[in-house]
């Protein structure tokens, strides 16, 4: 009897052991997908949630149940299955369709090309309709870090889109951004997110609450292509990736500060809410900190050299402006010229000079009356800016 007993303690006690084990194991993204409790979660909604999981084809089930288990609280309760189910028939054709399909794992597919969403924005039916009109403009291309630059190139300016602070809204989906024709970095990123994902291309929103220098924060794309790279929405650099104007800056980032990091958007949850500045206290949009990657591509100045940054604004209407600039050092040498940015750029992107510290330059700004602008300044510390008001060409 004791034998039993010691037997059956014995018995138990793996019981135990294999339960805890199992627990263990089944924490994080091992959880298995839990019908019940996504259905209790949808509410009111709960018939379209159940209709969409009675009539997936079976083949593409994983991806609607993976959207389902990370679905924010609001899509829960709102999402149509006609809705799901077009988005995640669509995401399933172009990532089987692209040519690069082989070198895109299943777990980027379902992260970085099946979301119907970035954000916050407004939920949009884009798939269908981005794949039927963009899968043209990238055939033959052999590599999704090819074909988004192309889209990058192409989709802004055959719809008239551009880069304007007078967006209606920072988070425009991107219907909202055809509509007005008119988006900020945030919504710029959405639009070629969408893009990218329509056609099979796995991407992501990326982005920084302030740079370093407080000069603002930042949103822009990242394409996967055996690995991530970087672009700047609605601004390409031919078919590079990896080149942008605020990659300096990106080289500043801290990691390790809530508000100077870097973060990327990810649909599967994490332990780290993506921090958005346009809506603060949200935290239903999760991310992944990916700042030691650009910190990375930090090129440090000379020593005694730090970065100059020149804005020109028109004194009229207060808008940045485009104008051409020189440096001049005190024996009258020039040592810097380039053209400042205006409104077409985005506003934390500025025309910027590395000159020595400490040093009194000449800015000089010729005028439309044939007449020079200029201004003595002594820069003092790295990232400062100069703003200088121009007269008006009319």
Same mark, same amino acid.
């Given at each position: 009897m004791a034998l039993r007993c010691r037997i059956f303690d014995f018995c138990m006690s793996l019981a135990v052991l294999f339960h805890v084990s199992c627990v263990e194991m089944l924490r994080g993204d091992d959880v298995p997908f839990d019908q019940g409790t996504v259905l209790v979660k949808a509410g009111s909604n709960v018939q379209q949630i159940r209709l969409a999981l009675d009539t997936v084809e079976e083949s593409q089930r994983e991806g609607l149940e993976f959207l389902l288990r990370y679905m924010p609280q609001r899509d829960l309760t709102s999402l149509s299955s006609e809705f799901l189910l077009e988005h995640v028939r669509f995401a399933y054709t172009a990532w089987k369709g692209a040519?690069?399909?082989?070198?895109?794992?299943?777990d980027i597919f379902l992260n970085n090309i099946l979301p119907y969403v970035s954000i916050n924005e407004r939920r949009d039916a884009w798939r269908k309709g981005f794949y039927e009109h963009f899968q043209s403009m990238i055939k033959?291309?052999?590599?999704p870090g090819m074909a988004a630059a192309r889209l990058n190139q192409v989709i802004f300016p055959m719809f008239g889109v551009k880069y304007s602070t007078k967006r209606k809204k920072a988070d425009?989906?991107?219907?909202?951004?055809?509509?007005?024709?008119?988006?900020?970095?945030?919504?710029?990123s959405i639009m070629l997110?969408?893009?990218? =994902?329509? *056609? +099979?291309? %796995?991407? =992501?929103? *990326? +982005?920084? %609450?302030?740079w370093s220098d407080g000069s603002g924060n930042h949103s822009w794309v990242e394409i996967w292509d055996n690995g991530w790279h970087f672009t700047g929405a609605a601004e390409p650099v031919g078919d590079a990736l990896d080149r942008a104007w605020f990659t300096g800056r990106a080289a500043k980032a801290d990691g390790s500060s809530h508000e100077h990091a870097i973060y990327a958007v990810s649909y599967r949850h994490t332990p780290i809410p993506f921090p958005m500045v346009w809506k603060r206290g949200a935290d239903y949009v999760y991310s992944v900190n990916v700042t030691d990657r650009y910190t990375a591509l930090d090129k440090s100045l000379p020593k005694g050299y730090v970065h100059l940054m020149l804005r020109t604004v028109d004194e009229t209407t207060g808008n940045r402006c485009s104008s051409p600039v020189q440096l001049q050092d005190q024996r009258g040498q020039v040592v810097f010229e380039g053209t400042t940015k205006d409104e077409r750029f985005d506003a934390n992107d500025h025309l910027t000079a590395a000159v020595k510290r400490g040093t009194t330059y000449q800015l000089s700004i010729p005028l439309a009356s044939g007449e020079r602008l200029v201004k003595t300044l002594t820069v003092e510390t790295g990232g400062q800016m100069v703003q200088v008001e121009v007269p008006s060409d009319e």
């Amino acid at each position: 009897m004791a034998l039993r007993c010691r037997i059956f303690d014995f018995c138990m006690s793996l019981a135990v052991l294999f339960h805890v084990s199992c627990v263990e194991m089944l924490r994080g993204d091992d959880v298995p997908f839990d019908q019940g409790t996504v259905l209790v979660k949808a509410g009111s909604n709960v018939q379209q949630i159940r209709l969409a999981l009675d009539t997936v084809e079976e083949s593409q089930r994983e991806g609607l149940e993976f959207l389902l288990r990370y679905m924010p609280q609001r899509d829960l309760t709102s999402l149509s299955s006609e809705f799901l189910l077009e988005h995640v028939r669509f995401a399933y054709t172009a990532w089987k369709g692209a040519s690069w399909a082989k070198q895109v794992p299943k777990d980027i597919f379902l992260n970085n090309i099946l979301p119907y969403v970035s954000i916050n924005e407004r939920r949009d039916a884009w798939r269908k309709g981005f794949y039927e009109h963009f899968q043209s403009m990238i055939k033959g291309l052999e590599s999704p870090g090819m074909a988004a630059a192309r889209l990058n190139q192409v989709i802004f300016p055959m719809f008239g889109v551009k880069y304007s602070t007078k967006r209606k809204k920072a988070d425009q989906s991107p219907f909202e951004t055809l509509e007005s024709g008119l988006a900020s970095c945030t919504g710029l990123s959405i639009m070629l997110i969408d893009a990218c =994902r329509a *056609v +099979g291309i %796995p991407a =992501r929103f *990326v +982005g920084t %609450p302030l740079w370093s220098d407080g000069s603002g924060n930042h949103s822009w794309v990242e394409i996967w292509d055996n690995g991530w790279h970087f672009t700047g929405a609605a601004e390409p650099v031919g078919d590079a990736l990896d080149r942008a104007w605020f990659t300096g800056r990106a080289a500043k980032a801290d990691g390790s500060s809530h508000e100077h990091a870097i973060y990327a958007v990810s649909y599967r949850h994490t332990p780290i809410p993506f921090p958005m500045v346009w809506k603060r206290g949200a935290d239903y949009v999760y991310s992944v900190n990916v700042t030691d990657r650009y910190t990375a591509l930090d090129k440090s100045l000379p020593k005694g050299y730090v970065h100059l940054m020149l804005r020109t604004v028109d004194e009229t209407t207060g808008n940045r402006c485009s104008s051409p600039v020189q440096l001049q050092d005190q024996r009258g040498q020039v040592v810097f010229e380039g053209t400042t940015k205006d409104e077409r750029f985005d506003a934390n992107d500025h025309l910027t000079a590395a000159v020595k510290r400490g040093t009194t330059y000449q800015l000089s700004i010729p005028l439309a009356s044939g007449e020079r602008l200029v201004k003595t300044l002594t820069v003092e510390t790295g990232g400062q800016m100069v703003q200088v008001e121009v007269p008006s060409d009319e």
